[in-house]
């Protein structure tokens, strides 16, 4: 089945330390996305790629970092400098090709806890 | 810059009753998207609809209907004969053709309904 796969679900970190939350498509779609979401909020983008060895900054992406060497992976790293990471995770990924509005898929998320 | 509302944080109704969610989007552009999407307990976003902004006729899905109003910026969501399983997130949200340059950058997301279906 296609879809967007995302890793692991639950993720705790200590203070100070990077983690990475992992992002996998097989819908061969050309853009992926990372957004977080906070309680009562709704997502707010943190990076974007539209193609592979390319991303874009998103609204918050002060404190994260990602990477696309490959199609169907967007791993998104958030650093020690975020300085308030405990939030859930969704990536999302859109099929440019015919982008005139086509909806985004999404993953099931990571819940990412700072302890 | 472009902007979506949705004032409502939480509605609670009995199964069975007819619920809207309100939406109020603002952009600048002439040409745009707005979505609804859908968010279960489980946390993946569930894709519900897509219009553009030159396609003001309303749709029914089912129970499930939109209204789009250019006039007043809104594109509510009805949902008729309401069920437990309707109970979640809704999040409408905005994507804008100009900002896009042809290229996909991104939906601007209202901050959510949660609604609750009572049995």
């Known amino acids: 089945d296609g879809g967007i796969t995302q890793s692991p679900k639950y993720l705790f970190r200590k203070e100070g330390q990077n983690v990475t939350l992992s992002c996998e498509q097989n819908?061969?779609?050309?853009?992926m996305y990372w957004y977080r979401q906070d309680p009562g909020q709704g997502l707010r983008l943190i990076y974007y790629?539209?193609?592979?060895?390319?991303?874009q900054k998103g609204d918050i992406a002060e404190g994260y970092s990602v990477s696309r060497e490959k199609k169907e992976s967007f791993p998104l790293t958030v650093t020690s400098a975020q300085k308030n990471p405990t939030a859930f995770y969704l990536c999302?990924?859109?099929?440019?090709?015919?982008?005139?509005?086509?909806?985004?898929?999404f993953g099931q998320g990571t819940r990412l806890t700072v302890v | 810059a472009q902007k979506v509302t949705q004032a409502q944080t939480e509605i609670s109704v009995v199964e069975k009753e007819d619920v809207t969610l309100d939406c109020v989007y603002e952009?600048?552009?002439?040409?745009?998207?707005l979505f609804w999407y859908k968010q279960p307990p489980s946390g993946e976003l569930v894709f519900l609809i897509r219009?553009?902004?030159?396609?003001?006729q309303n749709e029914i899905s089912g129970r499930y209907s939109w209204n789009f109003q250019k006039s007043t910026s809104s594109f509510n969501f009805t949902i008729t004969a309401s069920q437990v399983v309707d109970s979640a997130v809704y999040f409408c949200?905005?994507?804008?053709?100009?900002?896009?340059?042809?290229?996909?950058?991104?939906?601007?997301f209202g901050k959510g309904t949660h609604l609750i279906i009572q049995p």
């Open positions: 949200a905005l994507s804008e053709a100009y900002r896009s340059g042809g290229g996909a950058d991104g939906l601007t």
């Open positions: 999302a990924s859109q099929d440019k090709v015919s982008f005139r509005g086509t909806e985004a898929f």
């Open positions: 219009r553009n902004s030159f396609d003001e």
């Open positions: 952009t600048r552009d002439t040409t745009y998207y």
């Open positions: 790629s539209q193609i592979v060895n390319d991303f």
């Open positions: 819908l061969n779609h050309d853009a």
